[in-house]
């Protein structure tokens, strides 16, 4: 909108670029952060400046970290033995959110979807594999998505373990999860099932 | 969420704030956040600060500017003898689109509001009896939303303009548009019928 400042119609173009924000929600945004004293409108723009400064992921696991590890892979209390593999950070959260698994996990950062050009070497597939070639896990539990996409990508990293001389245990999240959703959007209690039932994989 | 990054939770809770977004929303937007390119994410965060370090309201008119005059104060080819009195910078927007309003504008930043506490004193109102004491203007277009709170705003504006020596032609916009609705929303059509079958006030 040619009527608005150059300065305004910049932020809207940018919120709209964000998922789910259309152009009346961006100019909703805006008018309300232009109203908005200027202290918190910068605390807005200082806590984006703050995650892309800060945040990086784990160096072990990939999980969102402010230091080299993230706070799970500081945690000397938890179970170094059983690792608990998770396409995304979020799904990481809602599996630790049921108070239930208290091993450790392995982020992959997506998982392979050949029709979007997602390819293995674009996962932290290779950084797992050496992972457990460290032989410190006794156990692998599957957590990727009860997707058509997650399972293929479950089933691509048992094989790249096939080849290892102890090959821990694995299994998967027990299927009390809906087959065909997502589990981020899955409740705790359901997810709490499905970690106590997890299945050993053939 | 203990199990985000400080920066993270920080940055949700900031995205939560805003109006129409809930947590669910800010969450997917700072999953988002974290996956772009820093650049394109600071392009985020630097429109916000240059919008509250550039943007201030008109001198003149209280419209949106980033100098001491706003684009419409400015232009020399503007009607300087007719005034349209909206409440917000969102309005005159709306208003300047239908391209049938070629006069000045005083955007009175709301509308009186008893029940919240907005009294004649938090407008502009002081500001635009100075104006239209200066003698300069022909016709006064009333562009308050045709609300209740809008219409009292009205009245309450001509009450304070009755006392002086040479009071201009106050009009209003025609109602085509629904009493009740809100201006912002008009679709321009209806809008551009309202600035030209304006109505005097008695």
Redesign the interface.
């Known amino acids: 909108?040619k009527?608005?400042?150059?300065?305004?119609s910049?932020?809207i173009s940018?919120?709209e670029?964000?998922?789910?924000?259309g152009k009346k929600?961006a100019?909703?945004?805006?008018?309300?952060?232009?109203k908005l004293d200027?202290q918190?409108?910068?605390?807005?723009?200082?806590?984006?400046?703050?995650?892309?400064e800060?945040?990086r992921y784990c160096k072990h696991c990939f999980n969102?970290?402010?230091d080299e590890l993230?706070?799970?892979c500081k945690d000397p209390r938890r179970n170094q033995a059983i690792l608990c593999i998770v396409e995304?950070?979020?799904d990481?959260?809602v599996l630790?959110?049921t108070g239930s698994y208290e091993g450790l996990y392995h982020v992959l950062l997506g998982r392979l979807a050949p029709l979007e050009k997602i390819t293995p070497d674009q996962l932290t597939i290779a950084a797992l594999v050496k992972r457990v070639q460290s032989g410190a896990f006794r156990e692998i539990v599957m957590g990727t998505n009860p997707t058509v996409e997650g399972d293929a990508t479950a089933y691509y990293i048992i094989s790249q373990l096939e080849s290892l001389a102890e090959r821990p245990k694995i299994t998967r999240l027990a299927r009390g999860i809906t087959t065909g959703s997502n589990l981020q959007f899955a409740n705790k209690e359901m997810l709490a099932d499905a970690i106590a039932e997890r299945q050993e994989m053939p």
């Open positions: 909108m009527e608005l400042t150059e300065s305004v910049r932020m940018e919120f670029k964000l998922p789910g924000i929600s100019e909703r945004i805006a008018y309300y952060l232009l200027k918190d409108a910068m605390a807005l723009a200082d806590s984006i400046t703050a995650v892309k800060n945040v969102l970290a402010e993230c706070d799970i995304q950070p979020q990481l959260i630790e959110q």
